[in-house]
Every structure is written in C-alpha cells, then in structure tokens.
C-alpha cells in the first residue's frame, strides 16, 4: 500500500475529510509551522538563511523525488509537471533561495499559503491511506509550502502590503498564458484555466455564469485582501 497511487488503489483504504487521521496530520502541520516561526524569528540572518535554505530545499527535493516516483511506476506524464499554483510556489521557492525579490516574496505570502492551506484543508487524495508515500509527500510539501512565506513575514524579511497587490496579480496573469497554451497543448488543465475540478469553488461559476473563468477575477482580489486583513490587524496593534 505504501507505494500505490490514486490510479491504482483499491476502494476503501483512503481517509475521510475532517477525519481523525486527517485532523491529526493538520494539527502536526500548524504545531510545526508555530513552532518554525517562532525559532525563525529568534535567529540571526546568517541561521535564519540556513533554516529558508533547509526548507526550501526540501521542498524542491520533494517534488522531486515525487516526479521520480511516478517515473518508476510508470505514471509519470505531462500532467506532473509543476505548473498548477503549488507547484509554481515550488518554482518560487527555489528561485527565491538564490535571488530575494520583494514581489515573488509578496506572491508567495498572498498565494503560496492561501493554496496551500485550501490543499491541505480539501485533499484531493483522500483515496489514498495516511501511511502511503503520495499522501505522506501531499501532507508534506504543502505544509512546507504554508511554512515558507510566514517565515519570512515572521522574520519580518517581506511586509506584505496593498501597493504590490497589482504586480503580484500581473506576475500570476504572466505565468498564466502561457500554461494556458501548455493546457491546449497537451490537453492538461494546470491552474484550473480549463475547467473546474469537483467541488472547486470555481464551480460554481460555471453553473451560476456559464465559465468558470469568471472566477478568477472575482476570487482573487478577495483571496488577497483576506490574506491581507492578518497584517493590516498586526499593523494596527503596532502603532496602537
């Protein structure tokens, strides 16, 4: 059971949403993520460098060893290539290990962790047992990917603030063509620009506005302003 997928695992042998099992992973994750922030913001730059370079490797090395996992039993296709909104952070991620730029950082902050946690709240691969490599790798890599951006604003290296909303949304837009041609390419749907999956939100578009494409424009301004409402609040108690 360790090593079998979501393509070829028998039915009945999965976790349910909100399960014990499932609440027992999340609790892990934030218990992990709590405790990472509060040793981050303790460190000099020099450590704290150390730390977002572990992390941020292990990330990078996750996915990989998933794509060489797929390769082994054969599944690996077009469709695993990190071009769906976690795996661009992955891309992220790696990139800011080597090159700091305050807009991928904001990127990062507003979606990294809002997709992230949605991943990690609604798993797509509940078919699997919590023991399997895909769901120990799914748990992971996206509790990592929550990690990564609240490090940087616990250790105050990012301020995410309304001013690098728009360039944040155009750097989204700009990845977003061109996947959209990979999408007609190879009949993929990264970043759900061709369809909604079952119980996506963007779902409801579709049936309320006859494309789920409207979605995104709706959605994203209000994902990004929730995200926002946590440093607008620690910014307040600040200058209070």
């Not at 290539?81 to 807009?103: R, S, W, Y």
């Not at 949605?118 to 919590?130: E, Y």
């Not at 490090?151 to 063509?177: F, N, R």
Request: charged letters at 15%; hydrophobic letters at 55%.
């Amino acid at each position: 059971m360790f090593f079998v997928t979501k393509d070829t695992i028998p039915d009945g042998v999965g976790f349910s949403t909100f399960g014990p099992m499932h609440l027992i992973w999340l609790a892990a994750i934030v218990l992990c993520i709590i405790t990472a922030a509060i040793v981050y913001k303790r460190l000099d730059d020099q450590k704290r460098k150390i730390m977002r370079v572990v992390i941020g490797s292990a990330i990078v090395l996750l996915e990989i060893a998933k794509d060489i996992f797929h390769g082994i039993v054969g599944e690996f296709g077009v469709g695993y290539l990190p071009l769906h909104l976690c795996g661009i952070n992955i891309l992220l991620i790696g990139f800011d290990l080597f090159k700091q730029n305050n807009t991928v950082r904001n990127f990062l902050y507003y979606f990294s962790i809002a997709g992230a946690s949605l991943a990690l709240l609604f798993p797509n691969w509940t078919s699997l047992p919590c023991w399997n490599f895909s769901c120990i790798h799914s748990f992971s890599i996206h509790g990592l990917l929550v990690m990564y951006p609240i490090l940087l604003v616990a250790g105050e290296e990012v301020k995410p603030d309304l001013k690098t909303m728009p360039k944040c949304i155009l750097l989204l837009i700009g990845m977003a063509i061109p996947i959209y041609f990979v999408n007609l390419a190879f009949d993929t749907n990264f970043m759900f620009l061709m369809r909604p999956d079952k119980g996506n939100p963007l779902e409801m578009f579709e049936k309320l506005l006859g494309n789920h494409l409207w979605g995104f424009p709706i959605l994203l301004p209000i994902v990004m302003l929730v995200m926002y409402l946590p440093i607008l609040m620690v910014n307040k108690l600040k200058k209070a």
